[in-house]
């Protein structure tokens, strides 16, 4: 399954854009976080991990996931974040999870169970990473399983199902025709259409 040029393209302009959404939306997090605490922040989560679903849900090929949320992370250092260098370590952690996703079903399964999942998986690699930055000692268990509830539930809906939207959208407007998406609802609809003939 090697990847095309135009499948690298793509993904490198989505990573950047998800990247320049990220930065504007860790911005936003700072006075989020001081009216409602960290804690309360957490349901803006999802967004931070919405570029892997976009890009394996077009592009359909392993590491595509992986690759486009490390991609938009290190867009969003490069470009200022106020997270640091953990913006990137952290995205490596949410893009291996969100991987994970995509893996539990060979890459064979692109649904919106299978993107929500991602999202979800994204969460909670992502709350490892946090586990062995701040230390075991920094979240009471309270806060920890309320973090990570959040984490779960945001990046199913902001990251799994929102990026199912974008895509939808993006693909009526026919700018998808040449990628793996298109390809695959097409075949779907050749088989539905010869087994409604039969």
Same mark, same amino acid.
């Given at each position: 399954?090697? /990847?095309?040029?135009?499948?690298?393209?793509?993904?490198?302009?989505?990573?950047?854009?998800?990247?320049?959404?990220?930065?504007? /939306?860790?911005?936003? =997090?700072?006075?989020?976080?001081?009216?409602?605490?960290?804690?309360?922040?957490?349901?803006?989560?999802?967004? =931070?991990?919405?570029?892997?679903?976009?890009?394996?849900?077009?592009?359909?090929?392993?590491?595509?996931?992986?690759?486009?949320?490390?991609?938009?992370?290190?867009?969003?250092?490069?470009?200022?974040?106020?997270?640091? $260098?953990?913006?990137?370590?952290?995205?490596?952690?949410?893009?291996?999870?969100?991987?994970?996703?995509?893996?539990?079903?060979?890459?064979?399964?692109?649904? $919106?169970?299978?993107?929500?999942?991602?999202?979800?998986?994204?969460?909670?690699?992502?709350?490892?990473?946090?586990?062995?930055?701040?230390?075991?000692?920094?979240?009471?268990?309270?806060?920890?399983?309320?973090?990570?509830?959040?984490?779960?539930?945001?990046?199913?809906?902001?990251?799994? /199902?929102?990026?199912?939207?974008?895509?939808?959208?993006?693909?009526?407007?026919?700018? $998808?025709?040449?990628?793996?998406?298109?390809?695959?609802?097409?075949?779907?609809?050749?088989?539905?259409?010869?087994?409604?003939?039969?």
């Amino acid at each position: 399954m090697k /990847w095309k040029m135009k499948e690298v393209v793509l993904a490198v302009i989505l990573s950047v854009a998800c990247g320049v959404i990220y930065l504007g /939306w860790s911005t936003l =997090w700072i006075p989020i976080s001081a009216l409602v605490g960290p804690v309360g922040a957490s349901f803006m989560f999802g967004i =931070w991990v919405i570029a892997s679903p976009i890009v394996a849900y077009i592009i359909r090929k392993p590491g595509a996931a992986f690759i486009a949320e490390v991609a938009a992370a290190a867009v969003e250092l490069l470009t200022g974040s106020h997270f640091g $260098l953990s913006a990137l370590l952290v995205g490596v952690f949410q893009g291996i999870g969100s991987e994970i996703a995509f893996a539990l079903f060979r890459y064979k399964r692109y649904n $919106l169970f299978t993107l929500m999942l991602s999202g979800a998986l994204a969460g909670v690699i992502g709350m490892v990473y946090n586990l062995l930055a701040n230390g075991f000692g920094y979240y009471t268990a309270g806060v920890f399983y309320t973090t990570l509830a959040i984490h779960i539930i945001s990046g199913a809906i902001l990251g799994g /199902w929102l990026g199912k939207v974008v895509v939808d959208a993006l693909a009526k407007t026919g700018v $998808l025709e040449q990628y793996e998406i298109m390809k695959q609802t097409r075949k779907k609809d050749e088989i539905n259409g010869n087994v409604s003939r039969m």
